[in-house]
């Protein structure tokens, strides 16, 4: 099921940065072994949370609803130095 266009997602995907290594393994990993891999917030969803918190550079996130730590590692990427993120997850 896409929400925007495949032609939109395409262009999105060639304009916008490559995620680091470790997100790429847990993508990986989720699709591979989790039951709702669909849940992950995605390389496009991840890199605008990355974007906007390198724009206000956060002291502190509070993540409710962590599943498998993709978007708060992107969001933790804008952290100021010394800030801190806490995630908070029912399922695990």
């Known amino acids: ?4 266009s495949e032609e939109l997602e ?9 995620g ?16 709702n891999p669909r849940m992950l917030s995605g390389h496009l969803q991840g890199r605008l949370l990355s974007m906007i918190s390198k724009m ?3 002291t502190r996130i ?12 992107c969001l933790a990427e804008g952290l100021a130095e010394g800030g801190k993120i806490t995630t908070i997850e029912k399922n695990l």
């Open 1 to 4: 099921m896409h929400f925007i």
């Open 10 to 18: 395409d262009y999105c995907s060639q304009k916008t940065s490559k």
């Open 20 to 35: 680091s290594d470790l997100l790429q393994q847990i993508d990986r990993e989720t699709n591979a072994k989790v039951l």
């Open 56 to 58: 206000i550079k956060p």
């Open 62 to 73: 509070l993540e409710i609803g962590t599943y498998t730590g993709y978007s708060a590692l």
